[in-house]
């Protein structure tokens, strides 16, 4: 139109009126950016702290069966129980053996043969040293019996001794220190929640905000087309009749564009935090 019109044509162009749109645009697609960022970081801590808050999707009673189990109950049913309580049969059982070995050659020391064979040992009839050898033998048997019942006593008692000491290191708070990892866990679980959930909430505000300003600035344009079209068409339609210059030229009463509010930025031009 101005190349049409020449010097006629005096309204002043869009750039000069638009300036503060462009600005505000400008601002509003920073802000947008910025937020698309957040929500990236938002997303990716999501992803990251999802197995810590998994305990927080359990029922009470879910959460119950995955509690560590309290020191007695633990106690009770440690491996360490069954094998001191075998164990202490197994000894047990040894030491009613040893008894009766001990009784068995207790037996043979006071048996008639013994009596019978001094005797003759006496009257000359059996020599010393031959009676001596045969009941020594006797005795060396059970002798043998009880060293190898022995060995086997030593080694029972040390496997009770190593059991005792797995048995005692569950006694000595293993399952506590379980507890509190297990609690400390949901604890953390809830405070990344909340936390991430306060973001999310923040963005929700942002956003819903942000649409108003920007159906507001739509709203703006619009209007600021609309204007500038009726102020175009009403300069033409006034120089194609030879009237007076036109609304906007030097000594007019202006332009009928009355520019109206324009939105600020949401959060005061900042991203949600």
Known sequence: MRATHGTSWQRLPSSALNGEIKTRIDSYKSNLDKAVETDSTVESNMVTIKPKI????????????KMPKSQESEAASSP?????QQTIEQLNELKRERQTTINHMTAGLESADLRKDLMSVHSGTKSKDSVFETHLQGINGYSKVI???????????????????????????????SK??????????????YENMNLLSNGSKFYKQMHTYLTS??????DF????????????????????PPPGAPGSTGSPYNPSFIPQNPYGGGHYQ
């Open 54 to 65: 998994a305990y927080l999707q359990l029922s009470r009673n879910e959460l119950t069966q």
């Open 147 to 177: 060293e190898d019942q022995q060995i086997k006593s030593s080694e029972l008692l040390s496997v009770i001794d190593t059991n005792m000491m797995s048995f005692n290191q569950t006694l000595a708070g293993s399952s506590d220190t």
């Open 217 to 222: 600035l739509h709203l703006y344009v619009n």
């Open 180 to 193: 509190i990892e297990f609690f400390k866990s949901i604890d953390e679980g809830l405070k990344l929640y």
């Open 80 to 84: 360490a129980v069954t094998n001191i």
């Open 225 to 244: 087309v609309a204007s500038r079209t009726v102020e175009k068409d009403q300069i033409i339609e006034q120089l194609n009749a030879g009237a007076g």
